[in-house]
Structure formats: C-alpha cells, structure tokens
C-alpha cells in the first residue's frame, strides 16, 4: 500500500463493537455517490447539500467514519 492511500477509519457506533466495513470507501453506496456526483456536476456543490449528506450518512451506515 503506498503512503498515498489510507485505510478508512471505522465509526465508533456505541456499545456495538467496530466492524470493517465490507468495502472500500470509493465503491461503498453507489447509488447516492451517482446520485451525489451527478448533482455537482450539473448544479455545483452549493446546490447540492442534500445529496452530499445523503451519501455521507449512508457511508456512515456502512462503517465508515466520515
């Protein structure tokens, strides 16, 4: 692994004990990451707040700590 990458720190989720989540960040929610993506490009990220979140509670769903 080069010093580039990093690996995603898990969510501290209360009394549950921490879970790798079971993909990468970059393939992690692809619906909302589409969804996300297309909005900045169309609208830019001013306008696209709702997007952004989405896909970031999702990715926090599946572990990771963003």
Known sequence: MSTAEEKPKLAPSGDEPET???LRI???CPETKKLRDNC???HGEDKCKEQ???HLKCLRKAGFDV
């Open 20 to 22: 790798k989540p079971k």
């Open 26 to 28: 970059c393939c992690a």
């Open 40 to 42: 900045m490009v169309e």
């Open 52 to 54: 952004i979140e989405a």
